[in-house]
């Protein structure tokens, strides 16, 4: 055996062993559990993992109520999830646009999915995320036998409560935002929300909005305070703010997901359109607003994306439904309930225009600007101090003009 052919014949052992062990490693790597973050922790998180146990792929699942932070940590780590479940979109954008999330075309079927929470308008662009839970805002809850008048309700009538374990701000920056649909219309809501700039914070459409928020919050200062301090939950193990007892508010400006607040009373919950009961009032209904929980794909393993498939298809929607009581984007779902859900149901995937919650498809800086302003706007108003709202509104503005632009930014925020 010549010196030249036992070199070749060494490579060639060395490059079979090489071989084995990189396909040892996928292999190892293709067996191991579909990682999973999520929002939903407790019951609502076991009722997840039960419909995810019966789809037959292992899975690891984290539920936390800061999966944006703990995401953003995954990423910079470069160990993200296989699989991110977020509130809204915004974060999911920029993720996007670092080329970080994998197609998801061919992975659920596109005519389940209208506007706006069909990602993209035409079957030749990139879909990134799918929604697998929806949720109904731009409605008021009241107790049954006490629906209110159509006009605009006193501040003291109102059950508000900015406290969370997240983001706080987002429940006083749903009462600007449906304020500004339905003073304006989708069209001026969805050019805002994508930060057009034709519609600027410092317009009058963002302004006077803000202005007539701010007007119910300084009816009375004890009651902002209060309103501060407040969990938009309720006290733990209680019924919300609307069942908290007799004496107490009688209308929540709160989304479809608020029924899980009320807990076995939910049934004694009634639901109208916001519109005429906001400030300065007497809207009409022109559009709703809404929010989802997106399923995003960071990994190309096969089992990641065979899972997404089944999550978001119609019986994996209709799993998750009736496990934990929750509404889909799916319109192929049926929703099984009384009038109350047939009318969120309705509403989140028949006609009439819908808006995806403006808040959670902004960059996230300039979605941060907007709460610290909100969380403002309702500290000077318990304290009685003046309010420059053209001051705020300016330095949001100054922290929108100063992100980049995205290259893969979301085209609707409205369906027509």
């Known amino acids: 055996m ?3 052919f036992k070199v070749l014949v060494l490579l060639a052992a060395l490059l079979l062993v090489c071989a084995g062990g990189m396909v040892a490693v996928w292999s190892e790597r293709d067996d191991e559990p579909v990682t999973i973050l999520g929002p939903w922790t407790d019951k609502q998180g076991e009722q997840f993992e039960d419909v995810l146990r019966s789809f037959g792929i292992p899975f690891e699942y984290q539920g936390t109520a800061a999966q944006r932070e703990v995401l953003l940590s ?10 991110a479940i977020m509130p809204g979109v915004g974060e999911l954008a920029e993720y996007a646009d670092q080329n970080l999330l994998k197609s998801l075309n061919g992975l659920y079927a596109e005519e389940e999915y209208g506007a706006p929470w069909k990602p ?7 879909a990134y995320w799918v929604p697998v839970k929806a949720d109904l805002k731009s409605i008021v809850w009241y107790r049954e036998g006490e629906r209110p008048a159509d006009s605009p309700a006193p501040l003291t009538s109102w059950c508000i409560g900015m406290g969370d374990d997240g983001a706080s701000g987002w429940p006083g920056s749903d009462w600007i935002e449906d ?3 339905q003073r304006e219309g989708p069209e001026v809501y969805g050019k805002w929300a994508l930060g057009d700039a034709s519609v600027p914070w410092t317009g009058t459409a963002v302004r006077e909005a803000w202005e007539a928020w701010a007007g119910l919050l300084r009816q009375d200062e004890a009651a902002a305070g209060r309103a501060l301090l407040t969990d938009h939950r309720g006290a733990p193990g209680e019924y919300g703010l609307l069942f908290e007892g007799k004496g107490g508010c009688a209308l929540e400006h709160q989304g479809s997901f608020a029924r899980s607040f009320y807990g076995d009373k939910r049934q004694g919950a009634g639901l109208m359109d916001s519109a005429p009961l906001l400030p300065g009032g007497g809207y009409r209904v022109r559009g709703h607003e809404v929010t989802g929980d997106f399923a995003a794909l960071f990994s190309d393993r096969p089992r990641a994306g065979d899972l997404i498939e089944r999550l978001a298809s119609r019986e994996g ?3 998750w439904a009736e496990a934990a009581d929750v509404f889909s984007a799916n319109r192929r779902v049926r929703q099984e309930g009384g009038p ?15 808006c995806l919650d403006a808040s959670d ?11 610290e302003a909100v969380l403002l706007t309702i500290a000077r108003a318990a304290a009685g101090e003046e309010l420059d709202v053209p001051g705020l509104l300016a330095d949001v503005q100054n922290v929108a003009e100063a992100r980049p632009d995205r290259r893969a930014p979301l085209r609707t925020v409205c369906s027509t």
């Open 340 to 354: 109350v859900v047939r009318e969120i149901a309705e509403r989140l995937t028949g006609a009439g225009p819908r």
């Open 74 to 83: 995954k990423v910079q780590s470069g160990e993200p999830p296989d699989i």
């Open 2 to 4: 010549t010196r030249r």
């Open 120 to 126: 993209v308008s035409s079957p030749r662009e990139d």
């Open 317 to 319: 929607q209709r799993k």
């Open 179 to 181: 304020l500004l649909l």
């Open 361 to 371: 498809v902004m960059p996230p800086a300039v979605r941060d600007a907007f709460y």
